[in-house]
């Protein structure tokens, strides 16, 4: 299994544009979850999937951030309009909840909101 | 915040001693985990240990986990180069794979 594969790894964009960033978890796994990481708070969880179902959004930070999970192998995190404080390294992980506790993460993709 | 925290934040140590991380929770847990990951690499899963366990061996790693103090301790014995990494605790208050993470502890193994 390729592991969960996230696009871009890196991305670097100007205040006030919209960022898409992908997620494929790995095939089977029903279970979804975007993490930001930034030196100032660690590791915060933002949003997570089960079956496709956004369950608990509450660490989304502002209506500026969306997530979709229209199936089962894909899931999207856009923030429009993106800001300089936005700039991290966002994780997308899965699971399979149920049959397994722990997460497997992507690579991860590098924000620089210039 | 659900967040916990780690202790200590670095910690440097020669290739063959052995390496204590400690973790510090707040909310009841139905388990606690640990991450490693290395620079610019996303997080690998290490270790489980329940809620209802006291210690957990698996190779050369060692974890407790004492609920009343709402504390864990991971042991990484007879250290190498390339245990040379942050390693991150991270909670499950509900068992639905929700992982709230610690601050880390970043490691050094000078060999």
């Known amino acids: 299994d390729a592991g969960v594969i996230q696009s871009p790894r890196h991305e670097v964009t100007e205040m006030g544009q919209e960022v898409t960033l992908r997620c494929k978890p790995i095939?089977?796994?029903?279970?979804l979850f975007w993490y930001r990481q930034t030196m100032m708070r660690g590791l915060e969880l933002l949003i997570y999937?089960?079956?496709?179902?956004?369950?608990?959004d509450s660490g989304m930070p502002e209506d500026r951030f969306s997530a979709k999970m229209p199936n089962a192998s894909f899931s999207t995190l856009k923030i429009q309009p993106s800001e300089p404080r936005d700039s991290a390294v966002y994780f997308c992980?899965?699971?399979?909840?149920?049959?397994?506790?722990?997460?497997?993460f992507g690579s991860g993709t590098q924000l620089s909101v210039l | 915040s659900q967040q916990g925290e780690e202790d200590p934040q670095a910690l440097s140590i020669q290739e063959g001693e052995n390496a204590t991380m400690n973790c510090s929770y707040k909310?009841?847990?139905?388990?606690l985990q640990w991450y490693r990951q290395n620079s610019g690499r996303g997080l690998v899963h290490l270790i489980l240990?329940?809620?209802?366990?006291r210690e957990k061996h698996s190779g050369r790693l060692r974890v407790t986990l004492d609920t009343s103090k709402k504390s864990s301790s991971l042991l990484i014995t007879a250290s190498r180069a390339a245990d040379t990494a942050s390693y991150f605790c991270?909670?499950?208050?509900?068992?639905?794979?929700?992982?709230?993470f610690g601050t880390g502890t970043r490691l050094t193994v000078i060999p």
């Open positions: 992980a899965s699971s399979s909840w149920g049959a397994e506790e722990k997460l497997f």
């Open positions: 095939s089977g796994h029903n279970s």
């Open positions: 999937f089960n079956n496709n179902v956004p369950i608990d």
């Open positions: 909310t009841s847990i139905n388990n």
């Open positions: 240990i329940r809620s209802n366990e």
């Open positions: 991270a909670t499950d208050p509900t068992g639905a794979n929700n992982l709230f």
